[in-house]
């Protein structure tokens, strides 16, 4: 399979896929003509890393999701353990975003968006409390 039907396959453009055989995520073979030729568990391979990026894992997530994937002999309380810290961090970042809204939420309450220069959301950000 060519890249432009890895491509069609996956989900993943192509210029994502270059990167991924660039970083070592997989290695297709090359053709006589040099275009590359990915099999199918390369296909599956690379549908995996989609969607673990979908779901927010880092490259490097990703390397050891898809060693233990190809790895019949592990433990799935490694991949558990991946996996709890990856939501760790978004429950961590769930919490920043919340803060942040309820921060900018009441700046925007404050402020009267009317003609006046007086403006409690740029006293917020210079570190003004209005």
């Known amino acids: 399979m060519n890249i432009g039907e890895a491509a069609e396959a996956t989900g993943l453009p192509p210029k994502t896929i270059r990167y991924y055989e ?67 961090r978004i429950e961590r970042k769930i919490a920043e975003l919340e803060a942040m809204r309820e921060t900018l939420g009441e700046l925007v309450r404050r402020c009267h968006g009317d003609d006046r220069p007086d403006c409690p959301i740029l006293k917020g950000l210079a570190g003004e409390d209005a």
């Open 22 to 88: 660039e970083i070592g995520l997989v290695r297709p073979a090359r053709s006589a003509n040099g275009y590359r030729a990915f099999t199918d568990r390369q296909i599956a391979s690379l549908a995996f890393v989609a969607r673990a990026r979908d779901l927010g894992f880092s490259i490097e997530d990703c390397r050891a999701l898809l060693g233990l994937y190809e790895d019949r002999s592990r433990a799935s309380a490694e991949v558990k353990a991946l996996a709890q810290g990856h939501l760790g």
